[in-house]
């Protein structure tokens, strides 16, 4: 069986930097603080580390070709990794199943879950596979 490292999954460079600034963060602010502290907090780290970033990208949500709604990802960094951020004492699996629907709406390969609210940060990194363009 073969070993598999962080590296070898799509993007990683970039999500492993991302991963750094949230642990920066994390381990300057603690855990505590509202979602939106820590959002603030990142996007500082992102441009400190110059990745290329969109905070509270809106994303139209569609059912039967019909639109139903919107939804607002915390971030877009690189135009390749979707972010979302969660200040929880610990990630349940409905954040997690957040985070892939929002992989999916945004027709996103790569996405990272961070919570901020434990006593050290969490992360799950996700992936899917595309959808194909119609």
Do not use: W
Request: hydrophobic share 40%; proline share 1%.
């Amino acid at each position: 069986m073969e070993n598999l490292e962080m590296s070898t999954y799509k993007h990683s460079d970039i999500t492993e930097k991302i991963i750094g600034c949230a642990m920066k963060v994390h381990r300057t602010l603690g855990n505590g603080f509202q979602e939106v502290i820590y959002q603030r907090a990142l996007a500082i780290e992102f441009e400190e580390n110059n990745l290329g970033f969109v905070r509270e990208q809106e994303q139209s949500i569609f059912y039967n070709n019909f639109q139903i709604g919107t939804r607002r990802v915390d971030f877009f960094v690189e135009n390749k990794i979707l972010v979302e951020l969660k200040a929880v004492k610990e990630l349940e699996n409905v954040h997690l199943a957040q985070a892939i629907n929002y992989l999916e709406a945004f027709n996103m390969e790569v996405g990272l879950l961070l919570n901020f609210g434990s006593t050290s940060l969490q992360f799950k990194r996700l992936q899917r596979k595309p959808k194909p363009k119609s």
